[in-house]
């Protein structure tokens, strides 16, 4: 995973994914929609590693406006063989389910969710889907012998993005302890 929110990448937030990606988003969202953060995935060949099933809102601090979104662009083709994104239809209309850590240690959350509850998505390089923070989704390991690489751009209200950084919020492994996020949410402790 690569964040490029650093002085040496500024010059990626000008670049046609940022800028289209951002308009739709404020299409969605609102006009007072901004960039929060990207980052590159990438699933090598045969190593069947699954991101398991979560929504990106617990990962989130609680603040004041939850509307977020992520554009997912496919940069090779996603299929059920490589790890191509599944959703839950319509949950983000539901709340966070509780997440848990995947493993002992692990920043990377989990919570229960089946591919019987949701649909796979299998789309071309260049195409892509947009969800919601708390759209339910995961992908599969990649079976195949090549990459599957993804570039994920994500949106929120200006005022938020200011809100994470004053509280020293980066979207990265650091820092979640100093402003008391837990690695363990459910829906008690949203609400705090």
Known sequence: MFNSINKQTVCLLQAPIHKRAGEIAKLLLGKDVVFDFDMLISKAGRTDTTVPWHQDEAYWPNMPDKR????????????????????V????LKSVRPHRP????????MCECSEAEGIAVPIAAGSCTFHHGRTLHYSRGNKTDWMRRAFIV?????????????????HGKGGLQDIGIKHVHTEDSRKT
């Open 68 to 87: 977020a979104v992520s554009c997912w662009v496919a940069l090779d083709d996603a299929h059920l063989d490589n790890g191509c994104m599944w959703f």
């Open 154 to 170: 994500n949106f929120r209200p200006a005022a938020m993005v200011q809100w994470e950084r004053d509280n020293g919020f980066d």
């Open 89 to 92: 239809p319509e949950s983000h």
């Open 102 to 109: 995947a493993a002992p240690g692990a920043h990377v959350l």
